[in-house]
């Protein structure tokens, strides 16, 4: 089977996403989507985004069971699921429960090896974007993480979360004020159509 599949192509910068309409009617066919194979990572600039844009979902997330806490991050685990996992923030009826800005970055970047926009050479400008705001994105919560460090801070102590975000916000503020060039390379919205035959259940690979 074929089908157009609509892509929208978003540069917020370090917020940038992709949108596809074929989520939805996802071709695995179980409810889950991608998010079932993936644990959500919150890094320093996560949890900086969040804390300007809906604070209390800091605290949800660390609220939440089966985290996996690091000194500057923390993974919210996917838990069983039947005959396989599924993302806390996954709701059978609505998908994630998330808005597409408040997740991490892979959930904002995701898009199926079946659909495979990068082999495109129309999308060769999107692809370096992509490529340059991963090795961007990591670079500032390298240093934003290792800095935390020096000041003996750490998720993993629950007293001296606060203290963490506090001494977070201005080190996010300063790594993130001067953009870099790479962000003009796209317009700040992309729609683009690709057909693809489609494949269903785990003949779909994600």
């Known amino acids: ?122 999308l060769s400008h999107w692809k370096l974007f992509f490529d340059q705001l991963a090795e961007y994105e990591i670079a500032v919560n390298n240093r934003i993480s290792d800095e935390l460090k020096r000041r003996g801070l750490t998720l993993r102590v629950p007293e001296l979360r606060p203290t963490f975000y506090r001494e977070l916000m201005p080190l996010f503020k300063k790594e993130t004020e001067a953009k870099p060039g790479f962000f003009s390379l796209c317009p700040a919205r992309e729609k683009v159509v690709l057909r693809r035959r489609l494949s269903f259940g785990k003949d779909w690979c994600l």
């Not at 309409?21 to 989507?33: A, E, I, S, V, Y």
């Not at 660390?62 to 806390?88: E, K």
């Open 1 to 122: 089977m074929e089908r157009d599949i609509v892509l929208v192509f978003h540069n917020q910068g370090l917020r940038s996403y992709i949108e596809v309409d074929l989520c939805p009617q996802c071709p695995r066919l179980n409810d889950k989507g991608c998010c079932g194979y993936y644990s959500p990572v919150f890094y320093p600039t996560d949890l900086a985004y969040i804390i300007l844009n809906r604070p209390g979902l800091v605290d949800h997330i660390f609220s939440l069971p089966h985290l996996t806490i690091l000194d500057a991050s923390v993974t919210v685990n996917s838990l069983v699921d039947d005959d396989g996992y599924r993302c806390q923030f996954h709701s059978r009826q609505t998908g994630c429960l998330l808005p597409m800005m408040l997740r991490e970055s892979v959930c904002r970047h995701f898009v199926c090896p079946g659909i495979g926009w990068w082999k495109e050479e129309s």
